[in-house]
């Protein structure tokens, strides 16, 4: 019942045994506890860290004892399975994360990463067919004309929807877009165009990009938040969580860069590769930022508030700061600031930017970053799962980049 899945956080001092305390369904027992209270979606891509490093080092039981487990706990336990003409909208869809198959139901556990890598070293052809279903009711969702089995013509770029809790951006729209790509890959080219759409999307609706004490800042605000809302006129705005925004949005930016180098999104149209550098400026803005120092280690805040004005793209970015400001940092600072994971997480989208600006200072600072993280994901010490997820599912990708930059070669195949 439990083969593939792990807690969402165990191993930690504070954590114990898997215990599920008041909410236990099943108090007079403890045997079903891992049932009950682990986490059964691949929690941030956690089980990728399997597939690449038996993709590394050469030993394929890596691959078979862990990541493949998981891939068919997503697939057969996690997917929603419904009969063929079930109209419900999350049939082939994976928003629950929580135990006992449907606990924690909320959008954002639709993590295919590991999932679709199962599918490219095995060819299972449950894959494409499971996620196939979802994907058509997630793009018509996502914008209306492309629903149904003939999908008409993808949403304008500035078109914000009129639904309040849509997202263009953010991790569950990220999800579904690696979905969409998956699909447009392997099996229905049409799906290209929704991934390719949804992120010029959200840089037409919810990114702005201008000039700050002299540099290019570039700041993503969090979508879903009200029905045709957006940032397209001048005012003041919260960011998205860094370390999301950089794990998820910027990881599907990346993606679009390689698979179509030199091919702008949005309105205005932009190169994802000066996005990119923006948004490592922002990142290494806020890690200088008092009570930052501008290390990896010292105090980076979860968001930012901002302001622009003139126009969005290309305008003035102005009061670009910790969100608590002018309130003192929370102490505890707790989800308010950036824990080390969250560095880590965020690591490989500073350094795809710093790479894409060339500037130097940017490079070292993502060389502290990807540094800082591995030390502390080994001082972490933790088994597989949420956390371990985190600090390594991106952090590969960055010492890949990083080392085509630096003398020193901290590994030398160039994988990312």
Sequence with gaps: MTTGIWPFYWGESWAGPIDCGEDDPTPQTAADDAYWCAS???????????????????????????AVQAAKRMLHSVRMQCAPQDPWFYCDQFPAGGGGYRYNNNSSHAY????????????????????????????????????????????????????????????A?????????????????????????????????????????GQTLGLLAP???????????????????????????????????????GQALGEPALLPESVMSAWARTLAHAANHPPGDGSAAGVWPNSLDFTWSVQRIGGVLSDVRPFWLPDPQPSPCVDA???????????????????FSGDPMLIALADDVVRFSIQAAINADLPLGKESGEYLVRLGAAVARLSAMTDERLFDDGFE
């Design 337 to 355: 600031c950036l824990y080390a994971p969250g560095k880590a997480f965020l690591s490989a989208a500073l350094v795809r930017g710093a790479e």
């Design 173 to 213: 729209a990220s999800q579904w877009y690696s979905v969409f790509h998956f699909l447009g890959e392997t099996l229905d080219a049409s799906y290209l165009e929704d991934w390719r759409g949804g992120l010029a999307r959200w840089l037409s609706l919810w990114w702005a990009q201008g000039s700050f004490d």
């Design 112 to 171: 295919v990463e590991g999932l679709v890598a199962y599918y490219f070293l095995t060819g299972d052809p449950w894959v494409t067919d499971a996620l196939l279903r979802g994907a058509r009711s997630m793009r018509g969702y996502l914008c209306p004309a492309r629903a149904g089995s003939s999908p008409g013509p993808m949403c304008s770029p500035t078109e914000a929807g009129g639904d309040p809790w849509l997202q263009v951006s953010d991790r």
């Design 223 to 261: 979508s879903g938040v009200g029905t045709g809302v957006s940032i397209t006129l001048p005012g003041s705005y919260d960011s998205a969580q860094l370390w999301m925004a950089s794990g998820y949005d910027f990881e599907q930016l990346a993606r679009w860069s390689i698979a179509a180098p």
């Design 40 to 66: 059964w979606t691949d929690y941030h891509n956690a089980s990728l860290v399997a597939t690449l490093a038996a993709i590394r080092q050469g030993n394929p039981q890596w691959f078979d004892r862990i």
